[in-house]
């Protein structure tokens, strides 16, 4: 089976410095990567995806992802970070028909 | 531009009271899923439908049933909800299973309170 793990439970940055979300991935053949956020009572975001090609992929609110094909990681990064990232944010892989999730990482951006 | 709809947000039940999630969705997506969701975890599948296909996760208590009666609706029924079915219920779509535009698309979840 397919799988990720977020070895992180928490990360917490100041605004305005680089966000890291880490993610580390196991599967049998070319992985499919995404990552999700949740806000507080509200349901997953999708913010990029990783399914081939370029190894840096953009995602939505200035997001990106670099896939890392030696270290099976695909960390979650942000330039600079503001107090509105502030949320839970899950990275997954598709395992068959299914997302399998990572347990999840909840980011605190302290202004 | 609401793509995923869930009604309601918020929903309370009585104890062994059935109860009825509702979820809609605009894009015209083949495939729906229903998510558990407790506590911050992880969402954990339920089933999920493909176009009219029923398919159940081998896990899922048989209390969780699920019925799409077309493309853009698709219902989770709790027979007889316990205390420990408490959560955040989240509906999803994809296009397909299994091509590479896989991406889901959340609904924004139902909290479900069992008193």
């Known amino acids: 089976a397919q799988s990720v793990a977020q070895p992180e439970d928490q990360v917490n940055v100041a605004e305005g410095n680089p966000l890291t979300v880490k993610c580390t991935y196991s599967?049998?053949?070319?992985?499919?990567l995404f990552w999700y956020v949740q806000y507080p009572n509200r349901g997953l975001q999708f913010l990029l995806k990783?399914?081939?090609?370029?190894?840096l992929v953009k995602g939505s609110y200035g997001f990106e992802a670099e896939f890392n094909k030696s270290q099976t990681s695909f960390h979650l990064k942000k330039p600079s970070a503001l107090v509105s990232d502030s949320a839970l944010y899950f990275c997954?892989?598709?395992?068959?028909?299914?997302?399998?999730f990572g347990a999840g990482t909840t980011v605190t951006v302290r202004a | 531009d609401a793509m995923v709809i869930q009604n309601p947000r918020y929903q309370v039940t009585q104890f062994g009271k059935p109860v009825t999630l509702s979820c809609s969705q605009t894009?015209?997506?083949?495939?729906m899923y229903w998510y558990q969701q407790k506590s911050s975890q992880a969402p954990k599948l339920l089933f999920h439908?493909?176009?009219?296909?029923?398919?159940n996760e081998a896990d899922t208590p048989d209390n969780f049933q699920s019925r799409r009666p077309n493309t853009s609706f698709c219902f989770l029924d709790i027979r007889s909800p316990g205390l420990g079915d408490a959560a955040m219920y989240l509906c999803?779509?994809?296009?397909?299973?299994?091509?590479?535009?896989?991406?889901?698309?959340f609904g924004p979840g139902t909290r479900l309170t069992v008193t």
């Open positions: 894009l015209n997506h083949n495939v």
């Open positions: 599967v049998s053949g070319n992985p499919y």
């Open positions: 439908y493909y176009d009219k296909d029923f398919n």
């Open positions: 999803a779509t994809s296009r397909e299973r299994f091509s590479d535009r896989y991406e889901q698309y």
């Open positions: 997954a892989v598709r395992d068959d028909y299914k997302l399998s």
């Open positions: 990783y399914i081939t090609g370029d190894n």
